[in-house]
């Protein structure tokens, strides 16, 4: 028996904004890293198929020889293939268990499933659209941008600078290898025309049919989900709020499955925070708790944390790194401290942390792994920094303990603030997802998972989430903007989606879009117009307009608003 986590790779990220449909993604995503020693007990060689088996599901991937991967634990890149088997519950918090999951691995002559496998095992109604390029050229400027937001991750990056040729972006300075993979790739995987589903086939109709479809679909539905908006604008998510009132649905955001726990351990301690800026200049000390940035978010290190130059603290030589996670990473080799902790432990540890820091005994020689003189050593680093900073990411989100996980780490970070100044931050992972949090809270007064079935805002995490309401069929319609819960939820969530009628408004075609009824392509949000967007630490960035859209596609603000009206008339009679 192993156990089984999931999480980010760079390769994950940079393929998928190639596209998720292509063989590179497939090569990158569909693996199981998995302990030299582990191969050999169980008999099975490097770059040969396994069947990978939990309580939840099985699915076929290709084993990979990993060094940095504890014997006893395998890693699946998050996606599809690892949606197969995680764990669906949330424990009443909406996450599901997408890391410490029991699994059985064996050799299997069987073939990995591409994604439509996959998803033909899910529902019969899969479609595979033919993905196309614009059939009539876009407009022909050649311009240089500078200072462009980037649109892939929580970073938002703002210093890059974008060359467009004849229409088309043709070189990126400044990016990571995943903003690069974005910005030279995003008219790749795309659809360009409206499509309903007729007969069992999605067919290309008007917009207005398809708005009027859509419409018809949520002015009908009992309870609709309104979920997504991650990689979209702050004024398009506006119009899901409302959209979720004028029809006593749910609206969600994709926080819901990353940190959707760090929220709720903020409600119940509160957060002492400071933006990246103030992190970057002023930082002595700095942690990565459950997150691998140099994987994840390329530049943070450099641009923001470990290796930046600030003003009072001028690069990696004057700061001090540490790791905290559950294997090593390439984060963990820039550090001057790697502390391996137990999986699905960091609770304890950190809680062993709180004592050393306030010099309670430790009575215990070891906690959750670690030793307990180590323990006391970095709480001693820790009370000696003059700024430290405890980024905090999905390995403690996503592990047991979730929400009280970052309760207590949030707690730690409150004990320090007696001896010195110390902040905590999410390393939130998409684009905009920040942004997801601030406008529905300030519409709602809740950053996620509310609920207006009775006619006013309710937020209830294990029972209006998004995961949740799916896991339990709760919900008879969805209307799903800029996301892909079909790559990132668990199969249950996304058995009972491909079920019930549900709309997708997005620029790329997704495994989600193949499991739509209604269809609208839109523009990306910087790059095909422009819009307002969250960075991880909630600055407020306007993202810019690079490229013109192709012909009829309009923005997500747009869609949306002529959805309202439509569906306004239909419930409403305007
Ligand atoms: S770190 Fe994130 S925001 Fe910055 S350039 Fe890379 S993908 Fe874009």
Redo the contacts with the bound molecule.
């Keep these: 028996m192993f156990t089984l986590i999931t999480g980010r790779t760079l390769e994950q990220g940079r393929t998928m904004e190639i596209g998720k449909f292509t063989k590179d993604y497939m090569d990158r995503v569909a693996i199981c890293e998995i302990n030299p020693e582990d191969l050999k007990k169980i008999g099975v060689e490097s770059g040969s198929n396994v069947k990978v088996k939990t309580a939840y599901g099985e699915v076929v991937v290709k084993a990979v020889s990993s060094n940095t991967t504890s014997p006893g634990v395998v890693f699946i890149p998050m996606g599809p293939w690892a949606n197969m088997v995680v764990n669906p519950d949330t424990q009443g918090t909406g996450m599901p268990n997408l890391k410490g999951v029991p699994c059985q691995i064996e050799a299997t002559g069987e073939a990995i499933p591409g994604i439509y496998d996959l998803l033909k095992k899910i529902s019969d109604k899969t479609f595979e659209a033919k993905i196309s390029k614009p059939e009539v050229a876009v407009s022909g400027r050649s311009e240089t941008y500078s200072n462009v937001v980037?649109c892939?991750?929580g970073?938002?990056?703002d210093d890059?600078e974008v060359s467009v040729e004849n229409g088309k972006i043709k070189s990126v300075k400044n990016?990571?290898a995943?903003?690069m993979a974005k910005l030279l790739n995003y008219d790749r995987e795309r659809a360009y025309k409206p499509m309903v589903r007729k007969n069992g086939k999605l067919v290309e109709t008007s917009l207005e049919e398809a708005l009027n479809e859509a419409a018809k679909i949520l002015a009908e539905a009992k309870y609709p989900l309104i979920y997504g908006w991650s990689s979209t604008s702050n004024e398009a998510m506006r119009h899901g709020v409302y959209l979720a009132e004028l029809t006593g649905g749910v609206v969600d955001n994709t926080s819901v499955s990353c940190h959707g726990p760090t929220i709720l351990g903020t409600q119940q301690a509160g957060v002492v925070k400071a933006t990246l800026g103030q992190i970057r200049n002023r930082a002595d000390l700095i942690v990565y708790w459950g997150c691998n940035p140099v994987y994840a978010?390329?530049?943070?290190t450099v641009r923001y944390s470990a290796m930046a130059k600030g003003r009072f603290v001028k690069g990696r030589k004057e700061r001090k790194i540490v790791v905290v996670d559950v294997r090593p990473t390439p984060t963990s080799k820039i550090a001057d401290m790697f502390i391996q902790v137990k999986q699905g432990m960091d609770y304890e540890l950190i809680t062993a942390l709180r004592m050393a820091v306030k010099d309670h005994t430790i009575e215990a020689p070891t906690v959750a792994g670690v030793p307990r003189e180590k323990i006391l050593e970095l709480a001693d680093m820790f009370r000696s920094a003059r700024f430290g900073v405890i980024f905090l990411g999905m390995g403690l989100t996503m592990t047991s303990g979730k929400g009280r996980n970052l309760e207590e780490a949030i707690k730690l970070v409150q004990d320090l603030n007696e001896w010195t100044k110390f902040v905590l931050l999410a390393m939130r992972g998409h684009y905009n997802v920040t942004g997801t949090n601030e406008v529905i809270v300030w519409l709602t007064g809740y950053p996620y998972a509310v609920d207006f079935m009775l006619g006013y805002p309710r937020h209830n995490p294990g029972i209006t989430t998004a995961t949740d309401v799916l896991i339990r069929g709760d919900v008879d319609a969805a209307l799903i903007v800029a996301s892909d819960p079909a790559s990132h939820f668990p199969r249950k969530a996304v058995e009972h989606l491909a079920k019930i009628p549900t709309i997708v408004i997005d620029p790329r075609w997704s495994p989600t879009a193949s499991l739509a009824d209604v269809f609208i392509p839109t523009r990306y949000v910087g790059i095909e117009c422009e819009g307002v967007v969250y960075r991880m630490d909630g600055v407020p960035l306007r993202a810019k307009k690079l490229v013109d859209p192709p012909p009829e596609i309009l923005s997500d603000e747009e869609v949306l608003g002529k959805l309202v009206e439509k569906v306004e008339a239909l419930k409403l009679g305007r």
């Design positions: 980037c892939f991750c970073c938002v990056c890059l990016g990571c995943i903003s978010h390329p530049r943070h």
